[in-house]
């Protein structure tokens, strides 16, 4: 099955600094990687997601870069803002079960100091 | 607003009652999705549906727990003599087609069991 770990548990920065949150996934078989928002009381907000053809993918001020030896994936948000401020979850496509079903880390808590 | 609706938003109830939540997807979505998310965690699959057939349930599921979809649309989750430990974000996410696809996430139901 899969498992998937971020880094840091909490991160702060500065606002207008750009943002890096990393995660790492133990399956070499995943392929399809989710990178999602959750600010308090509400679900989940899709970011933005990569494919395993790819290294890296750019979104409006986000970029994910996919390292496939290693199994790390990270997110980074420029120009970071106060509005970015809250819990990033990655999430890896798991083939444990028999039709399969995304696996998340525990988040990173990402704080923007003004 | 993903377009994933959750009623209810918050749940208190005492041990041992039942309780049921609801789900709508984003229409025409085929797939649905149940996870669990307790404080500090990533959500956590605990089934999901393919129209209105329930195609794969987590062992995180026990016998307490039952999910219907019965006409491929809207998704009701049932925990029967609920425990405190049962306390929980309860999230729904719905997704197009098959397989390795992005899931959108309502805003989930907020159980508290005393």
């Known amino acids: 099955g899969e498992s998937v770990g971020l880094h840091l548990p909490t991160l702060s920065v500065q606002e207008g600094d750009n943002s890096i949150i990393n995660c790492a996934y133990s399956n070499s078989a995943s392929d399809y990687f989710i990178w999602y928002k959750q600010e308090s009381g509400k679900g989940p907000q899709f970011i933005i997601d990569?494919?395993?053809?790819?290294d890296k993918r750019q979104g409006q001020r986000v970029t994910v870069l996919l390292n496939k030896t290693v199994k790390h994936l990270s997110l980074q948000i420029a120009a970071t803002q106060p509005g970015d401020s809250a819990v990033y979850f990655c999430?890896?496509?798991?083939?444990?079960?028999?039709?399969?079903?995304?696996?998340f880390g525990k988040g990173t808590k990402l704080s923007v100091k003004p | 607003d993903t377009g994933v609706s959750q009623d209810p938003r918050h749940k208190i109830t005492k041990r041992g009652q039942n309780v049921t939540f609801r789900c709508d997807p984003i229409?025409?979505?085929?797939?649905l999705y149940w996870y669990r998310q307790t404080l500090g965690q990533g959500p956590e699959f605990l089934t999901y549906f393919q129209n209105e057939a329930q195609l794969e349930k987590s062992r995180l599921l026990s016998d307490r727990f039952s999910a219907e979809r019965p006409k491929g649309s809207f998704s009701t989750l049932e925990i029967q003599r609920t425990e405190q430990g049962d306390s929980a974000m309860y999230l729904c996410?719905?997704?197009?087609?098959?397989?390795?696809?992005?899931?959108?996430f309502g805003p989930g139901t907020r159980l508290t069991v005393l």
């Open positions: 229409s025409e979505h085929n797939r």
């Open positions: 999430a890896a496509w798991n083939y444990g079960g028999s039709q399969g079903n995304l696996i």
């Open positions: 990569i494919r395993s053809n790819m």
């Open positions: 996410a719905s997704t197009p087609g098959q397989g390795e696809d992005t899931q959108y």
